[in-house]
């Protein structure tokens, strides 16, 4: 199924940040780690401020491109500073798009991360991201790392999280 995120569903979203937001961190002072940043929160996020249809239960991709039904794949992470992304073995998409949240000022940073180089990029000492995915094994690697910092990619847009303002770059 299809979904188109209008309006209505992405001022609920962005409502539903502050909810998990305090759920987290009401978790976190009695016990080791938080909870995960809900995918359900991030992807119709993406998808609303890029036109993206969300994709729920089609495939590997989270979201579609309607003009040309191109799959688009969106990771997430809820430690601005860190990430440890991992893909499906058989995660098949032409996009990759990065939500990279930041807690303190309530904003979520969206990248649009290079994909032609990324099968053949080393996720250990000596494997392939497409070796895994042949071994049925899942590549894990710091998104962050690997391609933000290392090319210096910008986020093409910020969304504040309180106003549900998108400042686009």
Known sequence: MLKEI?????????????????????????????????????????????????????GSEDAIIPETNELVQIKATSNFNSDLTSFGPKSSFHYLHFVRLNQIEDKMYLYDIPTYELKNLMVNSYETFKEQQMQGRRPRFSIINAYIEKYKIEPYAIVDLASGKIERF
């Open 6 to 58: 209008d309006i209505d569903l992405y001022y609920k979203v962005c409502e539903l940040y502050f909810i998990w937001k305090k759920l987290n961190s009401e978790i976190k002072e009695y016990y080791t780690r938080g909870v995960n940043l809900p995918e359900s929160i991030t992807e119709p996020i993406c998808c609303y401020v890029n036109g993206f249809l969300l994709s729920l239960g089609n």
